[in-house]
Nanobody, 126 residues
Framework: QVQLVESGGGSVQAGGSLRLSCAAS???????????MGWFRQAPGKEREGVAVICPAGRSTYYADSVKGRFTISRDNAKDTLYLQMNSLKPADTAMYYC????????????????WGQGTQVTVSS
């Protein structure tokens, strides 16, 4: 059973910080720890977009231009958990954030992922 469960969302003022977590079931993580895992977001009326991805090969990371220098993705293999540290948050970062695993294409393209969590809401007020 593939399970990804996000947490850590909330409401903050612009300039604030949040850390999102994505807990993977052991089956999920042990199986898919060899694949890329990432964070995606979707704002109302907009398409889902890639935010940050981490891949096992060389621990490569990929970021959307809009979050570079502000967000940091990481993974803790011992805890089977993926993280997204978000600093200097802006109102434009307001969205539902999703964790995903097992990319079969371009790592920042949400269409290339097979497994998704239910999402956690992030709201940034000005």
């Amino acid at each position: 059973q593939v399970q990804l469960v996000e947490s850590g969302g909330g409401s903050v003022q612009a300039g604030g910080s949040l850390r999102l977590s994505c807990a993977a079931s052991e089956y999920t993580y042990r199986t898919y720890s060899s694949y890329c895992m990432g964070w995606f977001r979707q704002a109302p009326g907009k398409e889902r977009e890639g935010v940050a991805v981490i891949c096992p090969a060389g621990r490569s990371t990929y970021y959307a231009d809009s979050v570079k220098g502000r967000f940091t993705i990481s993974r803790d293999n011992a805890k089977d958990t993926l993280y997204l540290q978000m600093n200097s948050l802006k109102p434009a970062d307001t969205a539902m954030y999703y964790c995903a695993a097992d990319s079969t294409g371009w790592v920042l393209d949400p269409k290339s992922y097979n497994y998704w969590g239910q999402g956690t809401q992030v709201t940034v007020s000005s």
